[in-house]
């Protein structure tokens, strides 16, 4: 049975107290980092960070030890667990993707089967090449209107258990870049019915559940673990991350044994006191904060629904209202020409531009008065590009007929990532075996995966990000014509 999240815990900051106990101290600092307390750093750097170069200290005496913490780190880790409402936290020095590798390392193995959305991070492909595990992939409902993935929901995922009952674990992301939630109650009951654990890619959802208005966190409604970008959300500092656990269906240890092999071993005090922080700031402060952010947004959404854009809405479940996701299609924009006519006329730079929407977030630094200015954006590129009479075509040929509802790659990623390889040019490849992931990022959705059939639809989708201005990873050289496959 999950836990809620706390009231707020004591007002402590343990981690940010040792690091300023040690600052004080006038010890001669003959250790890493080389700067020494930035003595010995570049006028520029200096500059820019001041005193906190002073602060950029490693594991000393008194700071404690992020692989087996028993000071300040675990005094941190416990409050945040009593905050969060897990049994067990760790923080994270090298963001979510670590959690979530280590996720996966501590639940399934060589040739176990885990079932995952088609839609996940790169970090989770990361992690089922690390683990050789095979993966089961259920495709969520796709929105041609949109160009986008719903998340998953619960009779989707039973579907997918009675078809692989073999199954160890189950793997979610909710929410989605867009902050479209699953109903991950209903999900969990599924999942547990095969006494298995759900993990969950909550990386955009750090601040769910600390408001009547915010949908509810996915610990709450029963994962058995959790992982949170708290530099995305929260006012951690970017790269600083947590991963929660709850209940006996994974053990704890397994989990600290598989972060231990991924993370440094010189993690950044500086992060890690970030997250303290964080999390004394939600906890102490969230109500109070959200009731004026959401009160401000639903303020925007006022002056901005007349204006006949469309905005996303979650069919399957709650949707976060520090999200906004505006379609560009009515405008004869993708997402990508939106998003640079914004960022230099207006100078409101959005979180995720894709082919027909723009995604922005709203977070701990947005005032009434930038969402103020927000609006005024919106109407002057209204007044630049008003509403098409006739919609465009949809940027996207891929409609839901084309995807099978589950779904497994011809190799497991472990295998065509390590497989004998060569160079093939990329419009010649269709048929061949992807030896690489090929991603859009933002926002870091493989299109193919290692052990994956590359298609003639997924070329056309890379050709028509890049042209409309995207980003493909994983394509090899400058001229990105050419991709690594499976040697034949």
Known sequence: MSRPISAAPQDVLPILTALLQRQSQATLPFHTPGHQQGRGSSQVIQDLLGEGLSLDLTELPGLDYLAAPSGPI????????????????????????????????????EGETVLLPRNVHQSAISGLILSGANPVFINPDWDATWGLAYPLGAEQVAQGLAAHPEAKAVFLVSPTYEG?????????????SYDIPLIVDEAHGSHLGFHPQLPPSALSQGADVVIQSSHKTLTALTQAAMLHHQGSRIHGQALSRCLNLLQTTSPSYLLLASLDAARHQIATQGQQHYD?????????????DPLGLPRLDNRLGPMDPTRLTLGTWPLGLTGFALDEWLDQQQKITAELPCLRYLTFLWGWGTTAKMLESFSEGINA?????????????????????????????HLTPRQGFFAPQESFPLGESIGRISATSLCPYPPGIPLILPGEVITA??????????????????????SRKTVSVVMS
Not at 79 to 96: E, I, M, P
Not at 387 to 403: K, V
Not at 462 to 471: D, N
């Open 457 to 478: 639809g997924a070329i056309a989708q890379m050709e028509q990000i890049l042209e409309a201005g995207g980003q493909i990873t994983g394509l090899e050289n400058h």
């Open 74 to 109: 675990a005094e941190a880790q416990d409050l945040a667990a009593q905050t969060f409402g897990s049994d067990l936290t760790w923080f994270l020095v090298n963001g979510s993707s670590v959690g979530i590798m280590a996720a996966l390392l501590a639940t399934v193995g």
């Open 180 to 192: 479209l939630c699953s109903p991950l109650g209903a999900i969990a009951n599924v999942v547990h």
């Open 381 to 409: 590129l209204m007044r630049a590009y008003p509403i098409l009479r006739h919609d465009p075509p949809a940027a996207f040929p891929l409609n839901e007929s084309m995807l099978p509802s589950i779904s497994q790659p």
């Open 292 to 304: 004026q952010l959401i009160g401000a947004i639903a303020d925007c959404w006022q002056k901005l």
